[in-house]
């Protein structure tokens, strides 16, 4: 709540601005409570999107009597705005421009120098370390459409940056501030504090503009032109294509204020009149804005957004304890003060404002920039009202009422009111027992009236008849017709506690307590035994599928209930049959997913089940609640916070279409009032009606609206900054040379995002040596070692905290140079002089074989001369051994043919007195007168004449076989 003059629950002075009549006290108090009631993050039947958490707003007119503005207070958050200065990297705090280049980063004017920011690293140009900077006292920024960046300073140069080199072009005229630059179809043209200079050739040159004076103007918009105000205040004057145009605005009801105006991306013109209230110029006409905002004075009209909010300012503090106004006015025209609380402390001013293309907000200040973050988690605590930190319920009725558990007890947001549930004990309080087959009534003494603080609520369901049914330790308590109504637990079993209430379609109710599932019907209290008798511990939460049955998460795996019995649920994972079971979501495709204590996450798509964890990017183990919302986002929480992911990327995951998904973390840097949420029971996690998602957490409510994410998030440029061969820099220019003695080099890179940019991620890969990327998460340098000489192209993407990748990303040559001996010439030289050895081995094997021939060739001169000499002897000798042989042959020829007749004659000789033994012998033989001796002796004298002129007969054959005379006769023989 907020008291005029006075602070907001986040310390922040502010002022309420209400049109031309302030809200009561009460009434916005009345406004707080109810928005809380009815819109946590959002309204039941839907509505404007929430402001960022520790917004202050307050409406345009009076709340009673107009419809087009209304109250809208959430709960809080961080601050909205993060301020950048020296500490991070600034040259100085004065901040007095800000443009985004079309390759994504952010540049920012000072009186120290110029800073180039990419979201996370923040460069730093100088005219020290910048030569052609002339100067470091910087007023004015423009992009133009060459891509070249034109810098304007305080002494009246202009300067500009092109391909990493600054050029100054020296005023022409008397020191005067550059105040803005723009370009039109004559060029480069900027407002000085005395007037519009132009470049001309290499120099700043004032334009003739008689008749007008624009002395003081500060503020500027979109397009070629700009706006500034005439002498007399009466008019604005707007430059474009050299062309002078004025908006006599003299006689509207309230001529502009001050000299700041801005432009819009459909050319209007946005001024304050001296009444506050807001007016534009467009098409030739000016009117007051129909809604009918007054924006507090001095404030002026700064810039208008994407989304149709007009941002204003005052350029300094009016005093030492009157701050400066800064604050927006929203498209339902309510309006928005930021004070200390918010991160903007009012003391040094607005300078520019600049929305880029990640519809981020930057405001230039005397004390560093602001970074207005769209948060979009606030959070309900104990500051709020609640009765303790740690809540662990919530449930909204359909009258709108807001049950809240903490574990001090149940509260309920009706009406404006938050009103704490202390119930006496007396008659009229029933609490349904589920342990017992009939309901028991006991009623209390008379005199037991000390109140009942109900506490250890868990569950809570709203029955068609409106009665709201409460799991609490030791049954449940039922809340009817404004009463509660209550049957007395048997003590025996006054330690049951109720987790998780369930009315299905047929009107049955499943009561999920830490004993097992009991069923509801028609006043009978059933409970399911189990059918393959195991014991059920802690039943968690439970869910009614599409097809009807239903399903319940316990402390020892996930069950279904088949025909009348609590069974495991036909998953077919092992681990989701004994791990702790703590949510239960399913689709409208009718994929169920269930979230675990620390096993992750797990789908279940008819008989197929794939388990989803941390080694596939989900932030954490941990799935205590499972939230949806319109866009397709599973919003999951955890002990380490609550984490956004796609569930189409989940899908993917699970198929095998990608190795991961990425996960957007919430801790308590981004709203929530604690990290470690609340799990373990069905109403972990509540979505409203009008898409709010609310968290249970031990340091409150945390409630995120997805509504104020962006819808069309662009991936972010992504840019090489450069390399360092072993750890030293390398120049490059257009390509990283890697020198034959460098066995490491490293080359940097970055992405520009300022949204969320700690979860931009980046993937790179070295084509020519890698085939598949290199998944590096959020590191912004790639470390390369023993690289093959060759010639390489780096590649790096990079994708945004949504996933979304930059499939252009950034490229450069890597040229990683050969050892000497390794090089073409030198193979070439080597192949040179290998050829020169040849030749030259040639050359003296040549003369040494032609040495060699002809020493060879005189060795077989002489030699033949020695042989011929050898052969003419030999011959010689030859020649008398064959007349020697001829004369014995001669003579054997003679001896023999000497034989051959003695032999001849001699055989004749030899037989015929041989032949007359023979014949006398056979006579001999056949004489009566001789006896056996006489004949045995005559015989042998006939053997042996027959032997001898056998004898005789071979020597005849002989000497015939010798003089060729045999003859051959054929005839038989006995073998």
């Known amino acids: 709540m907020t008291q005029p003059g006075g602070k907001n629950r986040n ?70 705005f993060r301020r950048l200065t020296t500490s991070n990297g600034l040259p100085q705090n004065s901040v007095y421009a800000v443009v985004q280049t079309r390759d994504g980063y952010l540049w920012m004017a000072t009186l120290g120098g110029l800073a180039r920011f990419d979201g996370t690293t923040m460069k730093v140009y100088s005219p020290a370390t910048s030569p052609g900077l002339g100067s470091s006292r910087l007023t004015a920024l423009f992009e133009d459409s060459a891509g070249a960046l034109w810098i304007g300073t305080e002494d009246g140069r202009l300067i500009r940056y092109l391909e990493d080199r600054f050029e100054t072009f020296p005023s022409a005229h008397e020191a005067s501030t550059i105040m803005a630059i723009r370009q039109d179809s004559t060029g480069i043209i900027a407002l000085a504090a005395v007037g519009i200079v132009r470049i001309e050739g290499q120099a700043v040159v004032p334009l003739d503009f008689t008749g007008f004076e624009t002395v003081g103007v500060r503020a500027f918009g979109y397009g070629a032109g700009f706006v500034a105000r005439s002498a007399d205040s009466r008019k604005l004057v707007t430059l474009a294509d050299g062309e002078l145009r004025v908006i006599d605005v003299f006689g509207l009801t309230g001529t502009p204020a001050g ?400 190795p991961s998904v990425t996960s957007i973390p919430f801790r308590t840097e981004d709203g929530l009032p604690s990290s470690e949420c609340n799990g373990g029971f069905q109403l972990s996690g509540y979505r409203r009606p009008g898409g709010a998602l609310c968290f249970n957490t031990q340091g409150g409510i945390a409630i995120v609206d997805p509504s104020l994410e962006k819808a069309d998030p662009k991936p972010p440029p992504v840019f090489i900054l450069g390399a360092r061969r072993e750890h030293e820099p390398a120049p490059s220019s257009g390509q990283i040379d890697v020198p034959p003695d460098v066995l490491s080099f490293e080359i940097d890179y970055g992405a520009a995002s300022t949204f969320r940019p700690e979860l931009v991620t980046f993937r790179y890969r070295l084509d020519g040596l890698d085939e598949r990327w290199t998944e590096v998460g959020s590191r912004r340098t790639a470390y390369f070692s023993r690289v093959p000489p060759g010639d390489y192209e780096f590649v790096v993407t990079a994708a945004n905290a949504f996933g979304e990748w930059n499939d252009v990303g950034a490229r450069v040559r890597v040229v990683v140079k050969p050892p000497f001996w390794r090089t073409w010439w030198f193979a070439a030289l080597v192949v040179l002089a290998l ?9 003296i094997r040549v003369a040494r074989v032609r040495r060699t021939f002809l020493e060879d060739q005189q060795r077989r001169e002489r030699t033949a001369a020695e042989l011929e000499e050898r052969v003419r002897d030999r011959t010689r000798e030859l020649e008398i051994e064959v007349a020697e042989r001829r004369r014995a042959e001669e003579q054997a020829r003679t001896a023999n043919e000497a034989k051959s ?75």
């Not at 002022?15 to 819109?39: H, Q």
């Not at 107009?66 to 809208?72: D, E, F, L, P, Q």
């Not at 004075?297 to 149709?308: C, E, I, K, S, T």
């Not at 006489?934 to 015989?939: A, M, S, T």
């Open 11 to 80: 310390g922040a002075r502010s002022t309420r601005c209400s049109g031309r009549r302030e809200p009561s006290a009460s009434l916005l108090v009345a406004s707080i409570l109810l928005t809380v009631a009815s819109g946590l993050g959002g309204s039941p039947g839907g509505g404007p999107a929430a402001a960022s958490p520790g917004e202050s707003r307050v409406a345009a007119g009076s709340y009673a009597t107009t419809a087009k503005s209304r109250v809208r207070v959430e709960g809080r958050g961080p601050r909205p």
């Open 259 to 658: 000299a700041f105006a801005c432009q819009d991306r459909d050319g209007a013109v946005w001024f304050r009149a001296q009444s506050g209230t807001l007016w534009l110029w467009q098409n030739g006409e000016a009117r007051e804005d129909p809604l009918g905002v007054v924006v507090p004075a001095p404030a002026l009209p700064r810039l208008r957004d994407r989304q149709g909010r007009v941002w204003f300012g005052s350029w300094e503090a009016s005093s030492s304890v009157q701050p400066a106004i800064f604050g927006r006015v929203d498209s339902d025209g309510s309006v928005i003060r930021y004070g200390a609380g918010d991160g903007f402390d009012g003391s040094g001013g607005v300078l520019p404002i600049l929305e880029d293309r990640d519809d981020t907000i930057w405001i230039g200040t005397h004390t560093g920039i602001l970074w207005h973050l769209e948060n979009l988690v606030s959070s309900l605590t104990v500051v709020d009202g609640l009765q303790d930190r740690s809540v662990r319920m919530l449930f909204e009725d359909t009258r709108g009422g807001l049950w809240i558990e903490a574990r001090n007890g149940l509260e309920l947001w009706k009406d404006g009111r938050l009103t704490p549930m202390t119930l006496p004990t007396s008659e009229g309080y029933r609490l349904l027992n589920p342990a017992l087959l009939a309901a028991t009534v006991n009623v209390l003494p008379e005199d037991a009236r000390a109140p009942l603080f109900l506490s250890s609520i868990w569950a809570a369901i709203e029955r068609p008849d409106g009665d709201i049914w409460f799991g609490v330790d030791g049954g449940v308590v039922v809340f009817s017709n404004g009463r509660f109504t209550l049957d007395r637990l048997n003590h025996s079993i006054s330690d049951l506690q109720v987790n998780a209430l369930l009315e299905d379609r047929s009107g049955t109710i499943w009561i999920g307590a830490n004993t097992g599932i009991a069923r509801w019907r028609d006043g009978t209290v059933t409970w399911l035994p189990a059918a393959d008798g195991r014991r059920v511990s802690t039943v968690i939460c439970l869910l009614e599928r599409r097809d009807g049955t239903v399903w319940c998460g316990t402390r020892n795996g996930l069950f279904e209930i088949r025909d009348g019995t609590l069974a495991p649920a036909s998953t077919g994972s092992e681990v989701l049959a004994r791990t702790i079971v703590r949510s239960l979501h399913e689709d409208e495709r009718g994929v169920v997913w269930a979230g675990t204590y620390d096993e992750g996450l797990f789908r279940i798509d008819g008989d197929r089940t794939d388990h989803l964890g941390t080694a596939h990017g989900l932030f954490s183990d941990g799935v205590f609640a499972i939230l949806s919302d319109p866009r397709g986002f599973f919003w999951m929480s955890s002990n380490q916070g609550v984490s956004r992911v796609s569930r189409q990327d989940l899908d993917d995951c699970a198929l095998g279409r990608r």
């Open 901 to 975: 007749v003695f032999l001849s004659n001699m055989s004749h000789e030899l037989r015929t007195p041989l032949n007359a033994v023979i014949g006398f012998a056979q006579l001999l033989s056949r004489s009566p007168r001789f006896g056996p001796d006489e004949k045995k002796k005559v015989e042998i004298i006939q053997n042996s004449g027959e032997h001898l002129l056998t004898l005789i007969n071979d020597v005849l054959s002989i000497s015939k076989i010798e003089a060729g005379h045999v003859t051959i006769v054929d005839a038989p023989f006995q073998l």
């Open 835 to 843: 050829a020169g050895l040849v030749r030259a081995g040639f050359a």
